[in-house]
Every structure is written in C-alpha cells, then in structure tokens.
C-alpha cells in the first residue's frame, strides 16, 4: 500500500511565507515525477510545480519566481517553498506523485489528502 501525506498547511498573511511537505510511504519501487497540485473554490485542480527524479522542475506562470520545489529522494519527500504569498493562492493544495510499486508492473498515480493554504490579512 503506497500513502501519500501532506503537511505544513494554514493560515498567512499576505506576503508571507509557508513549506509543505509530502511523505510518500508503503512498498515503492521507484518514485519518478512528484508533483503539487491546488484547486481552489468553484475553480478546477491545476498543476502548481512539478519535478522529476533527477530534480528538473516546472511551474506554473502564476507562481514562477515565488514557489520552489524541491525533493528529498531519501527521504522519498517532496517541498513547496510558497514566499511572497497572495490571496489567490488560498487554495487546497494536493500532493501528486508518479510511482512504481514494489509488486506490479508499471507506475501508478497517486495523491494525498490535501492540505488547506489559506492567504488572508
């Protein structure tokens, strides 16, 4: 069973900053590309940053330059740096990540729980 758990969500002012982590756990393989996600009220799921085994990342226009991600194959545990935070960032944001299980073959989606960001004065 593979688990993935988030945490380092709340509440903070705008211009602030907050860390999320996501642990993945359970009988893996390999973990390739780990990713977060967010979906905000009345709006779709979108993809906020992603980075692969190797560490090359990606991001999404309205968070480059504020958001890093980052991972710690170790520790099979992925990081969004959010700095300079803004209102439109509150959002429930989700932990992806893209895993070969120990048993099986191939690589199967996963996602966490979600962990609320909210962003307000």
């Known amino acids: 069973q593979v688990q993935l758990v988030e945490s380092g969500g709340g509440l903070v002012q705008p211009g602030r900053s907050l860390r999320l982590s996501c642990a993945a756990s359970?009988?893996?393989?390999?973990?390739?590309?780990m990713a977060w996600y967010r979906q905000a009220p009345g709006k779709q799921r979108e993809l906020v940053a992603a980075?692969?085994?190797?560490?090359?990342?990606k991001y999404a226009d309205s968070v480059k330059g504020r958001f890093t991600i980052s991972r710690d194959n170790a520790k099979k545990t992925v990081y969004l740096q959010m700095n300079s935070l803004k209102p439109e960032d509150t959002a429930v944001y989700y932990c992806?990540?893209?895993?070969?299980?120990?048993?099986?073959?191939?690589?199967?989606?996963?996602w966490g729980q979600g962990t609320q960001v909210t962003v307000s004065s």
């Open positions: 980075i692969t085994s190797v560490g090359s990342a």
């Open positions: 359970g009988s893996i393989f390999r973990i390739n590309v």
């Open positions: 992806n990540a893209d895993i070969v299980p120990l048993i099986g073959v191939g690589a199967y989606e996963f």
